[in-house]
């Protein structure tokens, strides 16, 4: 990592302290000192953990000095630990032996003597034309230091930027021809729009220039050529051209901004679409958790950044670069006398550019920081109402408020001021300039070695690029945060999908419902098993329970049915076929499934019921919502079906909630149907109506009932008792596990009200 962490130079002395805030399955949490304060740093360790095999994620964050890393099953998470230690180690290493000098330079195949003789060569040659040379070549001299000042700042910063992001890049072609892909057509349009947009605008300022010189002098030579030998003749020939280049000018910009724009927009449409079709075919543990914020991120925020760079900094930078090769080339083959002195300030200003950049993303990370912990402080405080006043604390949380909101106005005034600050800087730099053409462009004039009619319509035109290179750091910055945001999606797309059966068609109407589990292993990553050896049948046609401790393998069962998960060892069939061999889509179409928390959509209860059998009447959806006993208070609503119920339907308490989901299960009318807990929120009355529906509903098909109210399964035809560790403690029905006395008896006399036996 020798890129990586040789930016991290100056770090060296810091101590090495590591130590763990918390460690859950898959997440860690680290302090780490080394990056407390230090942003770069941060970005470096963060970079360094990534590269690391089985760290899925890695974020250092420099306010708070913490380390979040995100880890697989190839990493133990007793390991975590070592290896953020050993990359804080290397960092520091890296850093210390970036400052020392190399014990012996070793030749480079790349130029690595040539250069240096050229550059002596160079020295002397220009030592010569200043002692003895015309004082022509004097000022070529000069143009010729601030052009290689000019490009030794850039390339300074263009490679810390390429060091800085040189892993996240390891595609064959450039991220940005990637990113671009099927849009070049458009991108090759607002380039050409954007670079002729430039020349129409320095036209525009030459024929202001010519304007001028027919004020002062009475003509200008260049319009005499043309046949236009009166002032009078001359201005009103220089109103055309200055009216046509305003046009121009207004329909070249609006143009070229609306096809870069639609470029941002199609290639964030594109990516959006691209990755989020990617996304719903990704393995369902890429999905569950806290990872989901990550993927969400990745879609919305890293994909528009993928299009706001091309619809805003790739427009500056081509016009950047047209303004510099049209005006170097103008100002040597027409006034090379004043050239030196109109592009001073470019080197000045472009490193002014860069370090402005560097200082304000700290400045901004810190006010970031600032702001969310205000946010977060404000949402969690009007969240918890009701404990807030009932520990009469109103005026504790008021002083919290007003703390954290006077350190967040603290930190943006120190941004403001940097911002503030640098803009006058800048704002120097151009008057000086203008100031310093003005003096040595005089001199020429008056000596007569730079012709009037010359000077005067190019004396304003280097502004254009002084005040363009005001934006290079952004620009700069800005690629930074495009590539970052690039490998983030790539790593989103190239996360595995849900591999499929190819054991030919499976006809879902055509199923009849026999499960069996044959010696079935499981364990979630980085945990014990929690089915092992797991064998048991479930018979078709029938109705079968599975209760049991929290913990003891139920819903992991139902999981394996549906492919959430797979099997490690062993085999999971239906009518005989392995569920491996079978498509995922064909295998779901088979079983309806309601999950222990039934999520629904932002939209009214009809779509809801009517979700994934989008094809169903109104009375077909009423009709399944009466046997889950959700008509009645469906019926009670204004809207009745046509009731939108935000989001994951926060307009319904948890019973409701079930049983919608339940009703859209009922629709699907699967041949095989999975209860997960699905009436565990309902009040007994209305579970023992559902209970007597759903006995009529599973006739001729089977269903699997996971419950922990044992009042929800004791019409089974078979109940399995679960136990930890994934084995079959007891199966019969209701009355064979009573009569046997054992942990289902306890559990029922338990829930019974009764003492266990």
Excluded at 36 to 46: D, Y
Excluded at 187 to 199: D, E, G, K, N, T
Excluded at 269 to 288: F, G, I, K, P, S
Excluded at 458 to 482: C, E, F, K
Aim: aromatic letters at 6%; glycine letters at 8%.
């Amino acid at each position: 990592m020798p890129s990586l962490l040789g930016a991290a130079a100056g770090y060296r002395s810091v101590d090495v302290d590591v130590r763990p805030r918390s460690v859950i399955p898959g997440r860690q949490r680290w302090d780490v000192k080394l990056v407390l304060g230090r942003p770069q740093a941060a970005e470096i360790l963060a970079a360094a953990l990534r590269r690391i095999p089985g760290i899925t994620e890695a974020q250092a964050n420099p306010i708070t000095g913490g380390v979040l890393v995100r880890h697989d099953a190839r990493v133990a998470a007793a390991d975590v630990g070592r290896l953020v230690r050993r990359a804080v180690t290397l960092v520091v290493n890296g850093a210390a032996a970036a400052t020392r000098p190399a014990a012996e330079p070793v030749p480079r195949a790349d130029g690595g003597v040539v250069r240096p003789v050229l550059a002596v060569g160079g020295g002397v040659a220009a030592g010569i034309a200043l002692i003895r040379g015309s004082a022509l070549s004097k000022q070529l001299v000069a143009l010729g230091g601030v052009a290689a000042a000019t490009a030794a700042v850039v390339r300074t910063a263009w490679r810390r930027t390429v060091d800085a992001t040189s892993d996240l890049s390891g595609a064959e072609r450039h991220p940005l021809l990637e990113i671009v892909g099927p849009h070049r057509r458009r991108l090759y349009r607002a380039s050409a729009l954007a670079v002729a947009c430039q020349i129409s605008e320095m036209a525009l300022g030459t024929f202001l220039g010519w304007t001028a010189l027919v004020l002062i002098k009475g003509e200008a030579a260049p319009l005499v050529r043309v046949g236009l030998t009166t002032a009078s003749a001359q201005l009103w020939g220089l109103a055309a051209l200055v009216a046509a280049a305003c046009a121009a000018v207004a329909g070249l910009s609006y143009s070229s901004n609306l096809q870069w724009r639609q470029l941002g927009q199609d290639i964030e449409h594109d990516w959006r679409n691209r990755t989020y079709a990617h996304v719903q075919h990704l393995e369902l543990r890429h999905l569950e958790g806290e990872r989901t914020t990550r993927i969400a991120g990745a879609l919305t925020d890293d994909v528009r950044q993928l299009g706001a760079f091309f619809a805003t900094s790739a427009s500056d930078l081509l016009q950047l670069g047209t303004s510099l090769a049209v005006l170097v080339p103008l100002f040597l083959l027409l006034a090379p006398q004043i050239a030196w002195i109109a592009f001073l300030p470019i080197p000045v200003i472009a490193w002014l550019s860069f370090h402005y950049q560097d200082k304000v993303a700290a400045d901004y990370a810190v006010s970031g920081e600032y702001r969310a912990r205000l946010h977060s402080q404000l949402v969690n405080t009007l969240e918890a109402g009701a404990t807030v006043k009932s520990f009469c604390t109103e005026d504790y949380e008021a002083e919290r408020i007003d703390r954290l909101s006077g350190e967040a106005q603290e930190s943006n005034r120190q941004t403001d001021r940097s911002t503030i600050r640098h803009a006058e800087i800048v704002r120097v730099c151009t008057t000086s300039s203008m100031a310093g053409t003005l003096l040595i462009g005089g001199r020429s004039v008056l000596n007569g070695s730079l012709p009037f009619e010359v000077f005067s319509p190019l004396i304003g035109l280097p502004q254009m690029v002084l005040l363009r290179m005001n934006r290079l750091g952004g620009i700069v910055d800005q690629y930074q945060r495009t590539l970052a945001a690039h490998d983030r999606v790539q790593r989103l797309r190239a996360l595995p999908v849900e591999a499929d059966g190819t054991g030919g068609p499976f006809d879902g109407e055509k199923v009849h419902g026999e499960i069996v589990l044959d010696k079935v292993t499981f364990a979630y990553p980085g945990r014990p098993p929690v089915l092992e050896d797991l064998s048991l049948t479930i018979p078709a046609g029938q109705v079968t329970a599975l209760v049991g401790a929290t913990g003891s393998g139920k819903t992991t069962i139902a999981k394996l049915l549906m492919r959430f998960q797979d099997a490690e060892s062993g085999s999971v069939l239906l009518d005989g076929r392995d569920v491996h061999d079978l498509t995922r889509r064909d295998l779901r179409q088979a079983i309806g499934f309601v999950a222990q928390d039934p999520f629904l959509f932002d939209g009214t209860i009809a779509d809801n019921i009517r979700y994934g059998s989008f094809g169903a009447s109104d009375e077909a959806v009423v009709e399944a919502a009466t046997m889950a006993e959700a008509h009645a208070f469906v019926a009670t609503l204004p809207d009745g079906y046509d009731t939108v119920i935000g989001e994951r339907g926060a307009a319904l308490s948890g019973g409701q909630r079930q049983r919608i989901a339940l009703a859209r299960a009922i629709l699907k009318d699967a041949p095989v149907v999975i209860l997960d807990e699905a009436t565990s929120a309902v009040d007994n009355e209305t579970e023992a109506a559902i209970q007597r529906t759903l006995r009529r509903f599973a006739a001729e098909r089977t269903m699997v009932v996971i419950a922990h109210r044992l009042s929800t399964v004791r019409h089974a035809d078979r109940i399995y008792v679960m136990d930890k560790g994934g084995v079959v403690a007891e199966q019969g029905t209701h009355d064979e596990l009573l009569a046997q006395h054992g942990l289902y008896a306890s559990l029922w006399h338990l829930q019974a009200g009764e003492l266990a036996a």
